[in-house]
């Protein structure tokens, strides 16, 4: 599905490791046969199907595809297995601080809990990087692609609420970060245009408007 977030996460690691694959779009409204055949538990994208088998949910596709092709490309997650382990935290801490709050009352405490968790970002940017532009250090690995997957949605909260979630004057490194990622050969042809995905999502806001109207 285009305009998701976590199907960016597995399109952006099969470039990194440069591996070819058939992409196919998903209908989320009325979903495939294969969708629920190879998701029955979420039902949802992104799957990968290797060898006929699926393998489901983005930030366990990402360690699949590592291990999968470990002779192919870049290593997405470090040798170390203690720098492993930091990664593997900071990808579920990603995942874990992607809050949408419904009510307004959500909504800011979901901007507030957003706020602190770039701070810590930044923080963890620091420490993971080691002085180079990325997570992975010299090259982006596993968190800079969980990170990464999120950056035009990001860019997106940017737009529409005139703000700058990475802002070079309070998170300079994730500012950079942000800068160096979209511009990989490897990245920038998949990043789904900024202005699309606002129209995606006003058009998604104005159906739930209307959903809620109507109940």
């Given at each position: 599905m285009?305009?998701?977030?976590?199907?960016?996460?597995?399109?952006?690691?099969?470039?990194?490791?440069?591996?070819s694959?058939?992409?196919?779009?998903?209908?989320?409204?009325?979903?495939?046969?294969?969708?629920?055949k190879?998701?029955?538990?979420?039902?949802?994208?992104?799957?990968?199907?290797?060898?006929?088998?699926?393998?489901?949910?983005?930030?366990?596709?990402?360690?699949?595809?590592?291990?999968?092709?470990?002779g192919?490309?870049?290593?997405?997650?470090?040798?170390d297995?203690?720098?492993?382990?930091?990664?593997?935290?900071?990808a579920?801490?990603?995942?874990?601080?992607?809050?949408?709050?419904?009510?307004e009352?959500?909504?800011?405490?979901?901007?507030?809990?957003?706020?602190?968790?770039?701070e810590?970002?930044?923080?963890?940017l620091?420490?993971?990087?080691?002085?180079?532009?990325?997570?992975?250090?010299?090259?982006?690995?596993?968190?800079?692609?969980?990170l990464?997957?999120?950056?035009?949605?990001?860019?997106?909260?940017?737009?529409?609420?005139?703000v700058?979630?990475?802002?070079?004057?309070?998170?300079?490194?994730?500012?950079?970060?942000?800068?160096?990622?979209?511009?990989?050969?490897?990245?920038?042809?998949?990043?789904?245009?900024?202005?699309?995905?606002?129209?995606?999502?006003?058009?998604?806001?104005?159906?739930?408007?209307a959903?809620?109207?109507?109940?």
């Open positions: 285009w305009a998701s977030p976590f199907v960016l996460r597995v399109r952006l690691a099969l470039s990194l490791k440069g591996v694959y058939e992409y196919v779009e998903e209908d989320l409204k009325s979903k495939s046969e294969l969708l629920l190879s998701n029955p538990v979420h039902t949802k994208v992104p799957v990968l199907i290797h060898n006929g088998e699926p393998v489901c949910e983005s930030s366990v596709i990402l360690q699949y595809i590592d291990e999968a092709f470990a192919i490309g870049p290593s997405l997650l470090p040798a297995p203690h720098d492993r382990a930091v990664a593997r935290f900071w579920s801490y990603i995942d874990d601080k992607s809050l949408n709050g419904k009510t009352e959500e909504k800011a405490e979901g901007a507030k809990q957003a706020a602190a968790a770039v810590t970002l930044e923080g963890a620091m420490e993971c990087s080691k002085g180079k532009p990325f997570f992975g250090g010299d090259s982006a690995g596993y968190v800079d692609l969980m990464g997957g999120l950056l035009p949605w990001i860019h997106v909260g940017d737009t529409m609420k005139s700058k979630a990475f802002d070079p004057a309070t998170t300079p490194l994730l500012a950079a970060w942000a800068d160096s990622f979209g511009a990989l050969d490897a990245v920038e042809p998949f990043m789904p245009e900024v202005s699309k995905l606002v129209e995606f999502a006003m058009a998604m806001m104005s159906q739930a408007a959903a809620t109207a109507t109940n």
